[in-house]
């Protein structure tokens, strides 16, 4: 099935796909078609029996902006089952990457926010460039990052989770180093040969020993997996969306002002 074109892959001849989130004019914010590229894309990489590792980029200047603001807007007038039904499949990708069977590489420059934050962390390994900018930024928009928010406590801890999703505050690549969300950083025109290192490196493990190690590791961690958790997430996102603080804060956002909620002074 040939890719969608909100995300492309291709495989080299040692078993290495490169995924690359292909929506440069927008910062590669996420809408439906980008969800359900990533479902697709990683469940058809996973049955490859060839497939050894995959490194997953931003095309362009940017990682991935969190969510598509205007797509957002579209999703407030839905119904509620259809905001369900988008949930269920934001869940889906973020789930389906983190679970994937083989090792996972996200190469980060610029701007990783929200949504992209969580992609980042369900990556095996994360480098990020130098000058790259963080943030968990969905409080300002009125809504919750509530498909990622079990994803970054197992990954950095409810302490810090806190402190960066209530705030939505941006950080540097240098605290994103510090609290463990990416692994190393490099200058931005070196990230493709410190991908390149990694590769070689995963090359080097033997490809059912790194699947095993994978699964390993995803079991001695204790995560927020129950199925009754998971709805819990999905219907949030779902309903969350659709508030009336949601419309605002994407519509102050839009207009480059303060939302309704800011203190006057």
């Known amino acids: 099935m040939p890719d969608n074109d909100s995300v492309r892959s291709q495989i080299d001849g040692r078993g290495g796909a490169a995924v690359t989130l292909n929506r440069?004019?927008?910062?590669?914010?996420?809408?439906?078609?980008?969800?359900?590229?990533?479902?697709?894309?990683?469940?058809?990489?996973?049955?490859?029996?060839?497939?050894?590792?995959?490194?997953?980029?931003?095309a362009g200047r940017h990682f991935q902006a969190g969510a598509d603001l205007g797509f957002l807007r579209h999703l407030g007038d839905m119904s509620a089952e259809e905001n369900?039904?988008?949930?269920?499949?934001?869940?889906?990708?973020?789930?389906?990457?983190?679970?994937?069977?083989?090792?996972?590489?996200?190469?980060?420059?610029?701007?990783?926010?929200?949504?992209?934050?969580?992609?980042?962390?369900?990556?095996?390994?994360?480098?990020?460039?130098?000058?790259?900018?963080?943030?968990?930024?969905?409080?300002?928009?009125?809504?919750?990052?509530?498909?990622?928010?079990?994803?970054?406590?197992?990954?950095?801890?409810?302490?810090?989770?806190?402190?960066?999703?209530?705030?939505?505050?941006?950080?540097?690549?240098?605290?994103?180093?510090?609290?463990?969300?990416?692994?190393?950083?490099c200058p931005a025109d070196r990230l493709e040969a410190a991908a390149a290192q990694i590769v070689a490196n995963l090359l080097m493990a033997a490809p059912q020993a790194a699947a095993m190690t994978k699964l390993l590791i995803a079991e001695a961690v204790e995560t927020a997996d129950r199925p009754a958790f998971a709805e819990r997430i999905i219907a949030e996102g779902a309903s969350r969306r659709r508030s009336p603080e949601a419309a605002e804060g994407l519509a102050s956002f839009a207009e480059k002002r303060r939302p309704a909620w800011h203190p006057r002074v």
């Open 24 to 58: 440069p004019a927008v910062a590669n914010a996420y809408n439906g078609a980008l969800i359900d590229g990533l479902i697709e894309i990683f469940g058809r990489l996973a049955r490859l029996p060839e497939l050894r590792c995959v490194v997953l980029r931003g």
């Open 84 to 185: 369900l039904d988008f949930s269920r499949r934001t869940l889906a990708a973020i789930d389906g990457l983190r679970r994937f069977p083989h090792p996972t590489v996200a190469l980060i420059r610029g701007g990783c926010f929200g949504g992209g934050v969580g992609i980042a962390a369900a990556c095996d390994i994360a480098i990020a460039a130098e000058d790259a900018v963080f943030a968990i930024s969905e409080v300002r928009w009125g809504i919750t990052a509530a498909p990622i928010i079990p994803l970054l406590v197992d990954r950095l801890g409810a302490r810090m989770v806190s402190r960066l999703a209530l705030t939505g505050e941006r950080f540097s690549a240098a605290e994103a180093l510090r609290i463990g969300l990416v692994h190393a950083l």
